[in-house]
């Protein structure tokens, strides 16, 4: 038996482009932040919330765009393809809550596996600003993404509203005279 469900093929191109950037954004991090570097010399792992943003900041504002923005705009499109690979519309509270717990297990896991690569230490900040990044690009970007699916469900993939029959313009609602009631 063949499941019926609704919304059409644009509800899949959007689930399907997002299931693909969403990969391909997930192997660009896990490339970038899981290589090997060769360098002389390794700080230790930094498990002080909120310590590294406080030398970036004392460092600069080159240091602290690079070192806080870099780590904001990690794990930032994970805001909007988490829920465009879902491919349906949800509530924005419950969306926004679902995408920045997966974004911060993503930077956890990301996190316990760095010490293990030479080169790379952990860095509870890091956490930090990868889940604040992505819970801001949802914020920000949710609605529109949640009322272009919305309008993909509806139109049933074809572009054109879907008309149903209690739509149809039926004219006037007839008007009966009232009828007294027995005693």
């Not at 919330?49 to 070192?67: K, M, N, Q, T, W």
């Not at 293990?116 to 990868?130: E, F, I, M, R």
């Not at 949640?146 to 993939?157: I, Q, S, V, Y």
């Given at each position: 038996?063949?499941?019926?469900?609704?919304?059409?093929?644009?509800?899949?191109?959007?689930?399907?482009?997002?299931?693909v950037?969403?990969?391909?954004?997930?192997?660009?991090?896990?490339?970038?932040t899981?290589?090997?570097?060769?360098v002389?010399w390794?700080?230790?792992?930094?498990?002080?919330?909120?310590?590294?943003?406080?030398?970036?900041?004392?460092?600069?504002?080159?240091?602290?765009?690079?070192?806080?923005?870099?780590?904001?705009?990690?794990?930032?499109?994970?805001?909007?393809?988490?829920?465009?690979?879902?491919?349906?519309?949800?509530?924005?509270?419950?969306?926004?809550?679902?995408?920045?717990?997966?974004?911060?297990?993503?930077?956890?896991?990301?996190?316990?596996?760095?010490?293990?690569?030479?080169?790379q230490?952990?860095?509870?900040?890091?956490?930090?600003?990868?889940?604040?990044?992505?819970?801001?690009?949802?914020?920000?970007?949710?609605?529109?993404?949640?009322?272009?699916?919305?309008?993909?469900?509806?139109?049933?993939?074809?572009?054109?509203?879907?008309?149903?029959?209690?739509?149809?313009?039926?004219?006037?609602?007839?008007?009966?005279?009232?009828?007294?009631?027995?005693?």
């Amino acid at each position: 038996m063949q499941r019926r469900h609704r919304g059409g093929s644009a509800v899949h191109r959007i689930r399907t482009a997002g299931l693909v950037l969403l990969c391909c954004h997930l192997l660009f991090v896990g490339w970038l932040t899981l290589r090997p570097l060769s360098v002389p010399w390794v700080a230790p792992a930094n498990l002080r919330p909120f310590a590294s943003i406080h030398a970036d900041l004392v460092s600069g504002p080159r240091a602290a765009l690079e070192g806080i923005g870099g780590d904001l705009a990690l794990l930032a499109p994970l805001g909007v393809l988490l829920p465009m690979a879902a491919g349906r519309p949800a509530s924005c509270l419950g969306s926004w809550a679902r995408t920045v717990f997966a974004a911060a297990m993503v930077s956890l896991g990301i996190e316990l596996v760095q010490p293990a690569v030479p080169g790379q230490v952990a860095n509870v900040d890091t956490l930090l600003l990868n889940t604040l990044g992505v819970a801001l690009v949802h914020l920000l970007c949710y609605p529109a993404l949640r009322a272009r699916l919305r309008a993909a469900e509806d139109d049933g993939g074809s572009g054109a509203p879907v008309r149903r029959p209690d739509d149809e313009d039926r004219g006037a609602t007839p008007r009966t005279p009232r009828v007294g009631i027995a005693p």
